[in-house]
């Protein structure tokens, strides 16, 4: 799993390398063999406004998952975002165990050991690198104490 993992990572960076060389803007469709696949799997009544999750290639990028409901601890919203990345991981033919890369929003940063103490083991015995950041004054949107979204492979 863990060399798979980094093959998927050294083939993704290479992906972003090839997009970010001299003349990105004309080469980009010319030179990419891959189909650009947008998964529109948001469960919004409403037209979406972006996308539960984008496939490129054998990469899934999810959008932030948040949650806005009480009880409002951050061990309750910790463990519904969790769930709600994996669900959406699941509909897109990923799973927890192939999250390549995790960045977690606190509204608090006080609340980083209880968030980690759900976060711990969600994601199998080989757990992807994660960045975690407090967000600047006016929070995570919504009412949700925590937000994640992640880069898995297929």
Do not use: W
Not at 33 to 54: D, H
Not at 127 to 139: E, L, N, Q
């Amino acid at each position: 799993m863990k060399t798979e993992r980094r093959s998927v990572i050294k083939k993704m960076l290479a992906s972003i390398v090839g997009l970010t060389g001299l003349g990105f803007a004309s080469n980009v469709n010319a030179s990419s063999s891959e189909e650009k696949v947008t998964l529109n799997i948001t469960t919004s009544q409403r037209a979406p406004l972006f996308s539960g999750a984008t496939r490129h290639g054998n990469l899934v990028f999810t959008a932030g998952k948040g949650y806005h409901e009480a009880p409002f601890t951050i061990e309750n919203h910790t463990d519904k975002v969790l769930q709600a990345l994996e669900d959406e991981l699941v509909k897109a033919g990923s799973s927890m165990e192939k999250c390549l890369k995790v960045t977690v929003y606190l509204d608090d940063i006080k609340d980083y050991d209880a968030m980690n103490a759900v976060y711990r083991g969600r994601f199998g015995a080989n757990p992807p690198v994660r960045s975690t950041v407090a967000v600047a004054k006016g929070g995570v949107p919504g009412r949700s104490l925590v937000e994640m979204d992640a880069i898995a492979y297929i």
